[in-house]
């Protein structure tokens, strides 16, 4: 780290997707990350130990409100949901003014991202998916192998990326995805999401799950990439409801929840945000 651009910066980390602190997804937030190298980024999202760390900067783009950096312990995204949630409550709690009302204009390396308010909640449009098809058969094969599941269990799969290259299963239950025990060396490099419906009555619609095998934390708490563009897969092909809640983080003890509404065209994800830790870090 460059030691002529060492201050101390405001830090918070929140945990996004849960009605309830502490039983979502935590994202560490650096809300002043001007003058720090992409280096010293990723080399505080290794050493944060979170599935993401973001940075926030002043924007590029004149219509956008704030930018944000997005680094796993070993990459950094051009977009993911739960960083896309986190940092827009952060910025907006460190005072952040949007510059159109009602709406948050989040600037990152897949573009622009609008950020609402809805029923109390944080929602984002979900970005369009730059590719969106069925996975080869010898592909389907192996997503099968890597899951432990019968082939015939999935009910589809398909290429579902919108920044993370996220690989959708769709299974025909929640009690078939929460059931996975997955191979994650036959897995590799594969990034998996799975997705099932839940029995009238139990107050959620669909069950999720999502596998990183190269990541320090192999199963993520919540995901809102997976979830937006598992969203856009199942209202357009009819699967889903136009609006729905998914539970995801079930195995892990947590209580994800993450509402999904598609109005107009646009597909937008939503969840609470809550600030669990706030200070100052020396970077």
């Known amino acids: ?12 980390q929140v945990d996004v ?3 309830v602190p502490y039983l979502g997804n935590p994202l560490a937030v650096v809300v002043d990350a001007e003058g720090l190298s992409s280096a010293t980024m990723q080399h505080f999202a290794n050493w944060t130990n979170l599935s993401e760390t973001t940075f926030l900067l002043p924007p590029t783009d004149p219509t956008a409100d704030y930018k944000v950096r997005i680094f796993t312990g070993s990459e950094e995204f051009p977009f993911a949901g739960h960083p896309t ?36 909640r944080l929602a984002f449009a979900a970005p369009p998916l730059t590719r969106f098809e069925a996975v080869s058969d010898a592909l389907r094969d192996r997503l099968a192998a890597s899951l432990r599941i019968p082939a015939k269990s999935m009910l589809d799969a398909a290429w579902l990326v919108n920044g993370p290259e996220w690989i959708g299963v769709l299974l025909g239950s929640a009690e078939e995805v929460l059931a996975i025990d997955p191979d994650l060396a036959q897995m590799g490099e594969l990034k998996v999401g799975v997705i099932g419906p839940h029995r009238a ?6 069950e999720v ?3 990183i095998p190269g990541d320090a934390m192999t199963e993520d708490p919540v995901t809102g990439s997976f979830n937006a563009g598992a969203a856009q897969w199942l209202t357009g092909s009819g699967r889903a409801p136009q609006e729905y809640v998914a539970a995801q983080g079930t195995v892990l003890g947590r209580a994800g929840r ?18 669990c830790i ?3 870090v020396m970077l």
Do not use: N, Y
């Open 85 to 120: 949630l986190g940092s827009a409550h952060t910025w907006l709690r460190a005072g952040g003014t949007p510059k159109a009302d009602g709406v948050v204009v989040q600037e990152c390396a897949a573009g622009l991202v609008r950020i609402k308010h809805d029923a109390g």
């Open 278 to 280: 706030e200070g100052t």
């Open 258 to 275: 993450i509402h999904v509404q598609a109005v107009d065209g646009v597909v937008w994800v939503g969840g609470a945000s809550s600030t």
């Open 17 to 19: 997707f849960s009605e």
């Open 1 to 12: 780290m460059s030691p002529e651009s060492t201050r101390i910066r405001p830090f918070h």
């Open 201 to 206: 009555g139990t107050g959620v619609d669909f």
């Open 209 to 211: 799950r999502t596998f």
